[in-house]
């Protein structure tokens, strides 16, 4: 999602920055790549450095990774420009596939690589049974502006120039997961690139063990996928919400504590997060959606209120429409600088206290927990690459950043990150995906690692897809 600390984070693809970069802005490869044999067979543009439309192309969401340039960018029209695309640059060039761009380490723009941009396959066709055929660089505005419009609904990420991509292939946590599940999980079948050139379908009776990794394992891995076909639901009446409680310590303390046993208790129709703003006075606020009218929402929030025994500052409920709550979550669509990590709560922490000092004397930071349950543990652990089933929560830690505050700003995220650890709040989300989380193959994928690695193995066993965080690397 667009990073708007307001609400938060979930939906965002590969990338989480909680560490110096890797890769920098020069790689060792021997690009000898038939450039211009290759922007012949495409159909869609292929830009180098240069030319017109490439310094835009090439550039990611995140400006801290703007010293990520690639050697090209393909703008692939089909997944037979892929096709080209992939073949062109395998064992010459580091290549990406890039969606919405928002990986929060720049992987989708290798130095001195081959970026495969996907953000014109963007289609959405919505079929008569209630599927929906997404291009792979789809946005989640476009995705949630066709949907609303045939009246059906995607659990998603919440901002809207995450591309589907991303989102899809780490799980897909979002506002609406605890009643409809992951995005993941309504994924019927996508089209996959894989190394060797091929075009495949993977789906639970063609490709399984390749559907199972899609569903979980991460973008950047397997292959590129160039279309998905997602199971829809009818679209329900909403209920947004947001809660500001008065500044301090204290009183997000407090928040903290009657949260957790409230959202664990409340009914799958009601998703919420916590978010606590740093600073040397923290604040908090609880942003959520609830699947109904206000009119059965408000005593929910009542009984909230009454957990923490902190009055609101601010209290606002709206209903709205699917499309309308989506945007409600939007944040902005503004490039932003930022580094970001996360963890996973395996249960909700019995240190509120501890968690609130975390981020004491930490301005310009926030720690956005996003609550799992309801329909997200319905599926099993093992059934999807998604391990984080049976989770409380997902914590990401997101702090703003410019060049020249960078590294000060990455060691203040990687204390928060370790201090969570020291607390026992260990696994992460790979859509925040982080160098330097310790031991991120576990982290990330839990006891679904060796079989990602074999599957991995199995379609791509020379890593043409490769990356400093790739599954064969775990």
Avoid at 63 to 87: F, G, M, T, Y
Avoid at 198 to 214: G, I, M, Q
Avoid at 315 to 338: I, L, N, W
Avoid at 353 to 378: E, F, K, W
Wanted: with cysteine; glycine share 12%; proline share 7%.
């Amino acid at each position: 999602m667009a990073r708007d600390p307001r609400f938060h984070a979930s939906g965002a693809g590969t990338g989480a920055r909680g560490s110096p970069r890797t890769g920098g802005s020069t790689a060792v490869v021997r690009n000898n790549v038939d450039w211009d044999g290759l922007r012949r067979r495409m159909h869609g543009p292929l830009l180098r450095p240069g030319d017109a439309g490439f310094e835009d192309a090439r550039k990611l969401f995140n400006p801290l990774n703007d010293d990520r340039v690639p050697a090209a960018v393909a703008q692939c029209d089909s997944a037979a420009d892929v096709r080209e695309a992939v073949l062109a640059a395998a064992h010459r060039v580091p290549l990406a596939a890039r969606s919405g761009g928002h990986s929060y380490v720049g992987y989708p723009a290798p130095p001195g690589g081959l970026t495969i941009d996907l953000r014109r396959l963007s289609t959405v066709r919505v079929q008569p049974d209630g599927t929906a055929v997404i291009g792979a660089g789809t946005t989640l505005e476009g995705i949630y502006t066709a949907l609303g419009q045939a009246k059906r609904c995607l659990p998603g990420g919440s901002c809207f120039t995450v591309g589907i991509s991303g989102v899809a292939l780490g799980g897909g946590i979002g506002v609406l997961q605890r009643k409809f599940g992951l995005t993941c999980d309504h994924l019927v079948s996508a089209e996959v690139v894989t190394a060797d050139g091929r075009t495949l379908t993977a789906s639970a009776t063609r490709e399984p063990d390749l559907f199972w990794a899609l569903r979980g394992g991460g973008g950047g891995n397997f292959g590129v996928v160039t279309q998905f076909t997602f199971a829809t639901d009818p679209a329900p009446a909403l209920t947004v919400f947001v809660l500001h409680f008065p500044a301090s310590a204290a009183n997000v303390a407090k928040v903290l504590t009657g949260w957790q046993p409230w959202i664990t208790a409340a009914p799958r129709t009601l998703w919420a997060n916590l978010n606590v703003t740093g600073g040397a006075t923290p604040n908090c606020r609880v942003a959520g959606c609830f699947v109904g009218p206000s009119s059965a929402c408000n005593p929910l929030l009542n009984s909230l209120v009454s957990r923490t025994g902190v009055t609101p500052a601010q209290r606002r409920v709206e209903d709205r429409d699917y499309f309308k709550a989506m945007r409600f979550f939007s944040g902005s669509p503004s490039r932003q600088s930022f580094v970001a990590s996360s963890r996973v709560l395996a249960t909700p922490t019995a240190q509120p206290s501890a968690v609130v000092a975390l981020l004491t004397g930490r301005p310009g930071m926030a720690l956005i927990l996003d609550a799992l349950g309801g329909a997200v543990a319905d599926v099993g652990v093992q059934d999807t690459a998604f391990p984080h089933r049976k989770a409380f929560a997902t914590a990401q830690i997101y702090a703003n950043a410019t060049a020249a505050t960078e590294t000060a700003v990455t060691r203040s995220v990687g204390q928060v990150v370790a201090g969570l650890g020291d607390l026992g709040i260990k696994d992460g989300y790979v859509n925040y995906i982080d160098p330097a989380l310790p031991d991120w193959g576990k982290a990330y994928y839990g006891p679904n690692l060796d079989r990602l690695r074999r599957v991995a193995y199995a379609y791509d066993p020379d890593q043409v897809f490769d990356f400093p965080q790739a599954i064969a690397r775990a």
